[in-house]
């Protein structure tokens, strides 16, 4: 049992890290694209702000929808690590009476 705790423990070590760098990239990721689109708009023909607005809009929802998802999945997380320590507490009483 410990050991498979223990193998758990690291996978979501692993798992915390992956997300948390990737929201940082996705940060970044959307950063740069806006000031690249505001930059492009300086120099766009007259008209071309819509599309760039539309551009904005569109990676705004994007990103909306990345922030919703990484949520659910840290909330999803917390509610499975919530249930492996109650199954952990739960049979490690057991086991130690077993050994008896």
Not at 1 to 23: R, T
Not at 34 to 41: E, K, V
Request: avoid cysteine; charge should be positive; proline fraction near 2%.
């Amino acid at each position: 049992m410990a050991l498979s705790k223990s193998f758990y423990d690291v996978a979501q070590h692993a798992q915390k890290e992956f997300a948390s760098v990737m929201e940082s990239k996705v940060s970044e990721f959307n950063k740069v694209l806006n000031t690249s689109l505001d930059q492009a708009l300086k120099s766009a023909p007259a008209g071309a702000d819509a599309a760039v607005a539309a551009i904005k809009s569109t990676v705004a929802a994007g990103a909306a929808a990345f922030e919703t998802i990484s949520k659910a999945a840290r909330q999803t997380a917390s509610a499975a690590e919530a249930n492996v320590q109650a199954v952990v507490e739960s049979a490690t009483p057991r086991a130690k009476a077993g050994k008896r």
